[in-house]
Each structure stands twice: as structure tokens, then as C-alpha cells.
T-cell receptor, first 113, second 112 residues
Framework: KQEVTQIPAALSVPEGENLVLNCSFT??????LQWFRQDPGKGLTSLLL?????REQTSGRLNASLDKSSGRSTLYIAASQPGDSATYLC????????????FGKGTHLIIQP | SQTIHQWPATLVQPVGSPLSLECTVE??????LYWYRQAAGRGLQLLFY??????ISSEVPQNLSASRPQDRQFILSSKKLLLSDSGFYLC???????????FGSGTRLTVV
């Protein structure tokens, strides 16, 4: 059974810093890995999708890497802003294609102005 | 473009009352549809998924059921709500596993 772990559970940093969020998964037989952002009381917004054959994806100030063999992914946020404050969730698609995603519990990020 | 709609946004229901949450997807056909629940401190749990009309798979035994009466409509139901059914319910869709998943805005259910 796939298990996804995110470290740290919470992070508070001053504005402008570069930061890294970590995600690990136990079964390397994945189709892809997806990073989401969740604001309080809201749904999930997809940030980046990395296929199993890819090493990284970039969108603006966000860069996500994937090392499938070691079961790890990182989300790098450059020049953090207060608007980046949210919970970041990592999810992997593995097993049967229609089985949905396995999620980590998220990293609660606070960017201090 | 594809959009996903989920309603209501919030719901307060007494114990023992019925439940019906609706999710619809626009701009695509034959999507895979999913219902997730997010309970405080417990992360997101897959409840049901569907790959076609009338085809429902349940991931966990519980007080809830799901139906897919139309290609782009997914309904989460309960005949009698329990306090433990409280949580944040999210609908999602995917055209196929390699294309990733898109989530709705969620329904906050409080059972009192």
C-alpha cells in the first residue's frame, strides 16, 4: 500500500526566502506525482504535475523535482511572498489508473511579511 | 475548457438526516470521477471513484454511497448521517491517470 509523507508538517519563514518542501513515498511504481496548494476552507489547486519519466517541472517561482528510484520529490519555492502562505499537498498516482491519488498530510506554510 | 462544479459549499445537518452532495464536470466526456473526504488532522481519504455511468467503486466501508446517473454527474449520498460524517468533501475528475487530477471547491459538512 502506497504511503506518502511530507516534511516538515509546518514551516514559518520571513518573506523573500527560498524554501524547500519535501515529499517521500514508499512504492516507486508510480505514474506521476502532483503538488497541490490548499488555502483555508478551499479546494485544491494543482501546481505541478510530474510524470514518472520526468525529473522536474517548473512554473514561475515553483520548481518540483522527482527522484522515483529513491521515492522522493521536492517543491522549491523561490523568493517567497506572503501570498504563498497555504497548505501544500503532495499526491502520487500509483496502482490501477482509476484508483485516485494517495496524499500526504501536507506542509502548512506561513510566510511572514 | 473543463470546469468542475460542486455544491453546496457549506451544509449543517442533524444526525440521522439524509445527505446529497452533487458534483458536475463541464467541457469533457467520460471523465474519471472521485469523492474524497478531508477530516481535520487526517489528510485526504478517497471514498469513491467512477470510470463510467453506473460504475462505482468504494474504497472504504462507511455510511455513505455514491451514484453516477449521468456521464458528468457524481452524487454522494447518505440515508442517515452520523456525527463522524462531518468533514470537508471534495470532488475531483481526471481524463486519465497521466493527465493529473482537478478538484472542486469542496463542501464543508457539519453534522450536529
Amino acid at each position: 500500500k502506497q504511503e506518502v509523507t511530507q516534511i516538515p508538517a509546518a514551516l514559518s519563514v520571513p518573506e523573500g526566502e527560498n524554501l524547500v518542501l519535501n515529499c517521500s513515498f514508499t512504492d516507486s511504481a508510480i505514474y506521476n506525482l502532483q503538488w497541490f496548494r490548499q488555502d483555508p476552507g478551499k479546494g485544491l489547486t494543482s501546481l505541478l504535475l510530474i510524470q514518472s519519466s520526468q525529473r522536474e517541472q517548473t512554473s514561475g517561482r515553483l520548481n518540483a523535482s522527482l527522484d522515483k528510484s529513491s521515492g522522493r520529490s521536492t517543491l522549491y519555492i523561490a523568493a517567497s511572498q506572503p501570498g504563498d502562505s497555504a497548505t501544500y499537498l503532495c499526491a502520487v498516482a500509483s496502482g490501477g489508473g482509476a484508483d485516485g491519488l494517495t496524499f500526504g498530510k501536507g506542509t502548512h506554510l506561513i510566510i511572514q511579511p | 475548457s473543463q470546469t468542475i462544479h460542486q455544491w453546496p459549499a457549506t451544509l449543517v445537518q442533524p444526525v440521522g438526516s439524509p445527505l446529497s452532495l452533487e458534483c458536475t464536470v463541464e467541457g469533457t466526456s467520460n471523465p474519471n470521477l472521485y469523492w474524497y473526504r478531508q477530516a481535520a488532522g487526517r489528510g485526504l481519504q478517497l471514498l469513491f471513484y467512477s470510470v463510467g455511468i453506473g460504475q462505482i467503486s468504494s474504497e472504504v466501508p462507511q455510511n455513505l454511497s455514491a451514484s453516477r446517473p449521468q456521464d458528468r454527474q457524481f452524487i454522494l449520498s447518505s440515508k442517515k448521517l452520523l456525527l463522524s460524517d462531518s468533514g470537508f468533501y471534495l470532488c475531483a475528475w481526471s481524463p486519465g491517470v497521466i493527465w493529473g487530477y482537478t478538484f472542486g471547491s469542496g463542501t464543508r459538512l457539519t453534522v450536529v
